[in-house]
């Protein structure tokens, strides 16, 4: 062997290791400088959808409160689904602005005290269609799924909802929503329906199955109002959207 030459040729190897090594680390920086920066567009965008969903709720429920226990009880029938973590954390973020839609009503609606009458039920409505509107238009996998439940949330099992479309041409989106939704409007006040208690609110929801909702769903439901209980009635903030 050639001393000179293997003294040459280890050191050309060491530079080619070294730069390797820094080319490496160079590539895991930039790495972790685009997840942090996806991670606080990703955040942004969630603290903007949660001042969305205030918006949609102010003017007759300023806390939030039942978009969010919509949201959390959304997100509790889907674990019970078995549907897989990522779509359950997704329904958990975009259940809350089912009602996102309310922003275009007069508050004549919104506001009415006492029973509604033909022609308030027909412009309330027309809120599942102003919120596809505006969650149109859209990639992002979060806002079409909202979109999806804001249009679909107040469809029937039987057909009798608010566009006529049954069973399961609703997607599972809307018929979760659909069941927290009025299982939450049943047992919170409302200015044209009286308050139900937890007892009667799940004698109801039994009684729907098959009919305003999802059968499978109602069983889970009652399930998870049996074991939960108080607490699904129990005012919430706003989710921790990025949990």
Known sequence: MDATEVVLRIKNQLV???LHRQLRMRNEHLEAQVRLRTKIVEQTQLDLLARLT???????????GHAWRVGRMAMLLAEL?????????????AAPLHDVGKVGLLDAVILKTGPYDAADWEAMKQHTKIGSRLLSD????????????????????DGAGYHSIKEE?????????????????????RSYKPTMTLS?????????????????????????????????????GPLQLVA
């Open 200 to 236: 009667q609110a799940r004698t109801e929801i039994e009684q729907e199955a098959g009919k305003q909702f999802d059968p499978e769903l109602s069983a889970l439901c009652l399930k998870l109002i049996d074991r939960e209980g108080e607490k699904l009635l129990s005012h919430v």
């Open 54 to 64: 205030l918006a949609s709720e102010y003017r007759h429920d300023a806390t939030g």
């Open 169 to 189: 041409q609703i997607p599972l989106t809307g018929r979760i929503v659909a069941l927290a939704d009025a299982f939450d409007v049943m047992t919170h006040p």
């Open 81 to 93: 689904k078995g549907l897989p973590a990522d779509q359950v954390d997704m329904i958990k973020k």
């Open 138 to 157: 859209s990639r992002a996998p979060l806002l079409m799924m909202a979109r999806e439940i804001a249009l679909t949330h107040h469809e029937r099992w």
């Open 16 to 18: 080619t290791r070294q």
